[in-house]
């Protein structure tokens, strides 16, 4: 059995608000990408979302940029140098930065804070899952909570199901995410 946040669906439930929030121009920020489904399925229906995007409104732009583990302050360069190219592509237009987990929203906070900008001023910032810390960043960060609690109770019932006997065919269970609008998604700021 596979229970899981429905990754493809959060991901457009993000793409749709920033988009009637007047963003165009994306920058999706995750861990590396390789061998990992929900990475995998968030990244492929970021690329799908700003590919429709067109026949919805205004299209989307998008682009990927993977952080890496391996070397904390160059990370925080490397990704202050994407944000800041992030920006400057979207020529005056609002851009935004999507982050994959938790981590990464930090990571993403942390650059910020190194070119002095501030979420929902410079770059619109959503991350995925709602860490306690994400109402106090700034004008506090949109995140896009998972239902961990529901996550857990189920896996643990067809667990508990399985070991009673039952016996069908493996099970695949999505579960819907809320997305907690906050201040670094309220409304684009224009300029590069």
Excluded: K
Aim: glycine share 10%.
């Amino acid at each position: 059995d596979f229970v899981s946040l429905d990754n493809a669906q959060a991901m457009r439930t993000v793409l749709a608000h920033l988009q009637a929030q007047g963003y165009r121009q994306l920058l999706y920020v995750t861990e590396p990408v390789r061998g990992v489904s929900s990475r995998t399925e968030r990244e492929a229906a970021f690329r799908e979302g700003c590919h429709q995007s067109g026949h919805d409104g205004p299209a989307l732009l998008g682009q990927t940029f993977e952080s890496l583990d391996d070397d904390p302050e160059a990370q925080v360069q490397a990704l202050a140098e994407a944000l800041q190219a992030c920006r400057q592509q979207a020529g005056g237009q609002p851009a935004a930065v999507l982050a994959s987990n938790s981590v990464v929203t930090l990571r993403v906070c942390a650059a910020l804070a190194r070119l002095g900008w501030q979420a929902g001023r410079e770059l619109g910032v959503v991350g995925f899952d709602d860490p306690d810390w994400a109402p106090y960043v700034g004008p506090g960060i949109s995140t896009l909570a998972q239902p961990t609690h529901d996550l857990g109770r189920l896996a643990a019932s067809c667990l508990l199901e399985r070991l009673g006997g039952l016996s069908l065919a493996p099970r695949q269970i999505l579960l819907p995410g809320q997305l907690r609008v906050r201040g670094s998604t309220t409304g684009p700021v224009m300029g590069a």
